[in-house]
């Protein structure tokens, strides 16, 4: 069963469009994560969420926490091919044990 | 360098042989973790160890072990290596202060159990 949804599962778009990648649950987390993995690396941290309702921004991508902190988004304004990559979302039970739940993943291509 | 670094990159193996990955890591973190990444799962945790003398099983260590030889050091062993086993092997740290539980990451092991 997996606990963390992602969707899609893959998205191919051009470049300069934009994007929204959803990560969803029925449970409730302490904090998410996003991370992004590019082909032959491991992920590498992006944000993290914390309080329910939280948007953070990095540049041209934007985090949402859910209301309820059992969900999240991450937009991408004007898509580059430097965004390609595998965006995994990763939520923690608690704030003491970092056991994390990971989601399966969107691969997203960004074609020039 | 990177901080954390996972040898082999690649390996492949026969079934029934016995398979050690290792991880080296200079962040100075106490917290290490080994991953298995497979296509449309994500990450699944084999094994954490939390200090040299803290091992704690993942929710998929049968067919696995582990060993802390050191704080910098974490290492992945297949007893008996089978098919099924064939994926990639992220080894991550954490530090216990960190109030954002980032974890850093290996470039991955890729191993194919032929």
């Known amino acids: 069963t997996q606990l963390l949804e992602q969707s899609p599962q893959f998205l191919s778009i051009q470049e300069g469009e934009n994007l929204t990648v959803y990560c969803n649950s029925s449970s409730v987390f302490s904090s998410l994560q996003w991370y992004r993995q590019e082909p032959g690396e491991g992920p590498v941290l992006l944000v993290t969420?914390?309080?329910g309702g939280e948007v953070k921004k990095l540049k041209r991508l934007t985090f949402q926490f859910g209301d309820a902190r059992k969900d999240s988004s991450l937009h991408i304004t004007a898509a580059q091919p430097g965004d390609t990559g595998l965006y995994l979302c990763?939520?923690?039970?608690?704030?003491?044990?970092?056991?994390?739940?990971w989601g399966a993943g969107t691969k997203l291509i960004i074609k020039p | 360098d990177a901080d954390v670094t996972q040898t082999p990159r690649n390996r492949i193996t026969k079934t029934g042989k016995r398979i050690m990955l290792e991880c080296s890591q200079t962040?100075?973190?106490?917290?290490m973790y080994w991953y298995r990444q497979d296509p449309g799962l994500g990450l699944r945790l084999i094994y954490y160890?939390?200090?040299?003398?803290?091992?704690n099983k993942g929710e998929i260590s049968d067919g696995y072990s582990v060993s802390r030889q050191a704080q910098a050091k974490f290492s992945l062993s297949l007893e008996s290596a089978i098919p099924n086993q064939t994926a990639l092997y992220f080894c991550?740290?954490?530090?216990?202060?960190?109030?954002?539980?980032?974890?850093?990451f290996g470039e991955g092991s890729r191993l194919t159990v032929l």
């Open positions: 160890s939390f200090d040299v003398k803290d091992i």
């Open positions: 991550a740290t954490r530090g216990s202060g960190a109030n954002t539980g980032e974890l850093f």
């Open positions: 990763a939520g923690a039970r608690s704030k003491s044990n970092y056991q994390l739940i």
């Open positions: 962040k100075g973190h106490d917290r």
């Open positions: 969420v914390v309080t």
